[in-house]
């Protein structure tokens, strides 16, 4: 519930301060960070949520099959003290990774790559390169933040993998819809349903899980930042690449980085 309460807070907090930030700094409204809800916003995040569990979905499959994991318990509610049941524990991993796949994207892909694109638009950066330039900013930055989960460089550079796919997604929609989709849902997934997060074994001790693995595999394939984990990125951004394709007609840079005042 701790976790709940906290996310909670971090996105009135992003939201307010996006707000604040939009009105007096960038003259923006908080929907032209990407936030514009509509139907096709939701179906959008929908494909986004839905790409993200099928892809964990075959990474658990991958360690299934090749003999490097084996499941040890279904509906687990975890071993923590005062564990909640397993629904409730659940319900509440829902609504916490959902607020984090909010706040995070609206932070790292709204504010910081959106402003990063306009600072590096100089005379001498052409319009793709400030793009660029931002979302290695944000990626970099997305990757920092989530140092504490990273115990080797390899592992940071996990999060800045997930940083950059996010954010080309953004990039190639000019919307956060597809970016909160895979966020949430990678977290979901990940922790809450296949239970690969249970290869750290401090997570076993607070994570209700659909499905709760042991792995017993070499880390550099099953751990967080293994290789089956990092193909699951790159087809992660695969689909959502192939399905801008689709619904777009074409995958190419959305996100202008040529500064706009909002005209009231």
Do not use: C
């Amino acid at each position: 519930m701790l976790g709940l309460l906290q996310n909670a807070f971090a996105v009135l907090t992003v939201v307010l301060v996006t707000v604040i930030w939009g009105r007096y700094v960038d003259h923006r409204r908080l929907i032209e960070y990407g936030f514009e809800i509509g139907s096709e916003w939701i179906r959008d995040a929908g494909i986004g949520a839905l790409i993200a569990f099928v892809a964990w979905g075959a990474a658990l499959a991958v360690h299934l099959t090749t003999g490097w994991a084996h499941i040890s318990a279904v509906l687990s509610p975890g071993d923590a003290t005062n564990a909640l049941p397993f629904g409730l524990a659940l319900i509440v991993f829902v609504v916490q990774f959902l607020f984090v796949g909010i706040w995070e994207e609206l932070l790292f892909r709204g504010l910081v790559l959106k402003n990063a694109a306009e600072g590096f638009h100089l005379q001498w950066i052409s319009e793709r390169g400030a793009v660029l330039a931002g979302l290695g900013v944000s990626s970099l930055l997305f990757g920092a933040v989530h140092a504490d989960q990273a115990t080797s460089l390899p592992a940071l550079g996990f999060w800045v993998l997930m940083g950059i796919v996010l954010g080309s997604a953004y990039v190639i929609t000019d919307s956060l819809a597809i970016p909160i989709g895979l966020h949430f849902t990678t977290n979901l997934a990940f922790n809450s349903v296949y239970g690969l997060s249970n290869v750290r074994p401090q997570s076993a001790e607070f994570a209700a899980t659909l499905l709760r693995p042991e792995f017993t595999g070499p880390t550099r394939y099953v751990g967080v930042s293994g290789l089956v984990n990092v193909g699951v990125v790159v087809l992660i951004a695969t689909l959502a690449t192939g399905y801008v394709a689709l619904q777009y007609d074409s995958v190419r840079v959305r996100l202008s980085p040529v500064y706009s005042a909002m005209v009231s």
